[in-house]
């Protein structure tokens, strides 16, 4: 079955540009998380929806980083006047339900690279 | 402030052998502790999960032990094969229905050698 989806795989943008990373998370799935991974380290927690709800952004570095998920399904994570220190891995997963013991399910990610 | 402290950074163990990695918590909140694999270039995927009512969960050559008093659990890779060469996360989450995120390691790069 197809599993969790992001594009673009790669990403290249001058300092200052604005980008857009989209997520097709598992068909049916209620939870949606972003995750931004740097070189070398674990994921870290960005945002979460359930469903078209953003529940938690705590995690989001600042207010050039933004998130939705208006019908639920799909999701796109906006960077707005992207800085260097924002290179990193962007990855989605989903889960079923979101309940305690759910797996989440990543996708590939979408690596950005701010020059 | 890193919740969940990894180690070793990296790891080579000759096939056959057996991997450990180990991984320390804070929160007691915490309530699943999950490991992910991840390949280069790929996403992280769920390799082993246990929650803390148990001390031991074995799948296949992939055993985790939890220590509940001591805030630590480890992954064991019995009988290693250069299939496993990957990098090993552990993870943690607070049973909080609502926001059920993930509170990564710093990972494990596992390598095997022949």
């Known amino acids: 079955g197809a599993g969790v989806s992001q594009s673009p795989r790669y990403k290249v943008a001058k300092r200052g540009q604005d980008v857009a990373l989209r997520c097709d998370p598992i068909?049916?799935?209620?939870?949606l998380f972003w995750y931004q991974q740097a070189l070398g380290q674990g994921p870290e927690f960005l945002t979460y929806?359930?469903?078209?709800?953003?529940?938690?952004k705590s995690g989001l570095p600042s207010d050039r980083f933004f998130a939705e998920r208006p019908e639920g399904s799909v999701s796109t994570l906006k960077i707005q006047r992207t800085q260097q220190e924002d290179s990193a891995v962007y990855l989605c997963?989903?889960?079923?339900?979101?309940?305690?013991?759910?797996?989440?399910?990543f996708g590939p990610g979408t690596r950005l690279t701010v020059l | 402030q890193q919740q969940v402290k990894q180690s070793p950074q990296s790891l080579i163990v000759q096939k056959g052998g057996i991997s450990i990695i180990n991984c320390a918590y804070e929160?007691?909140?915490?309530?699943?502790f999950p490991w992910y694999q991840q390949f280069p270039g790929k996403g992280p995927a769920l390799l082993i999960a246990?929650?803390?009512?148990?001390s031991e969960k074995k799948e296949g050559r992939f055993t985790i032990s939890f220590n509940k008093s001591a805030k630590q659990f480890s992954l064991h890779i019995m009988d290693s094969q250069p299939g496993d060469s990957a990098t090993y996360f552990c993870a943690a989450r607070v049973a909080n229905f609502g926001n059920e995120k993930l509170t990564f390691g710093t990972g494990t790069r596992l390598t095997i050698i022949p």
């Open positions: 929160n007691t909140a915490f309530d699943y």
């Open positions: 068909s049916g799935h209620v939870s």
């Open positions: 997963a989903s889960s079923l339900e979101g309940v305690v013991a759910d797996t989440q399910y």
């Open positions: 929806f359930q469903n078209e709800a953003q529940l938690d």
């Open positions: 246990i929650r803390p009512d148990v």
